[in-house]
């Protein structure tokens, strides 16, 4: 699994991991059930600390997106044809959506430019894009 990190950024290397595998299973780079690489191999592959690998799945875990056992280790848990989201999960999103639009408001991005982006954003989502 190629993971591109930016190790000079202001976001954490775990946040990093788990961002770019949500995005790999939102393209269909990873389909439900794709296995992930142990915490140790991607960090040997990554050059960094398996222990920050391990933080990265346990987020994502958390958040439903993998599940992990010790016979098959980390496996993707859905992906966006797997039917709905959980109940509350839209709620939830909404939520660190509002954040997230608030900075760009923040900062002074306008309401066209963010559609646009979003826009754009989702029509490089393969599945989703034709929901």
């Known amino acids: 699994m190629l993971l591109t990190l930016d190790l000079d950024s202001e976001v954490p290397i775990y946040q990093q991991i788990r961002d770019r595998i949500v995005e790999a299973v939102a393209d269909g780079t990873l389909a439900e059930g794709s296995a992930l690489p142990s915490t140790r191999q991607l960090g040997a592959d990554l050059a960094i600390n398996f222990h920050t690998v391990n933080k990265a799945y346990d987020l994502l875990r ?14 993707v848990r859905r992906d966006a044809t797997s039917g709905p989201a959980e109940d509350g999960y839209a709620d ?33 989502f393969a599945v989703s894009a034709r929901r």
């Open 62 to 75: 958390t958040q439903g997106f993998i599940r992990i056992n010790r016979k098959t280790g980390a496996v």
């Open 92 to 124: 939830e999103w909404q939520e660190r959506l509002r954040t997230l639009l608030a900075e760009a408001v923040a900062l002074g991005v306008g309401p066209r430019e963010v559609t646009s982006r979003c826009e754009t954003v989702l029509d490089s």
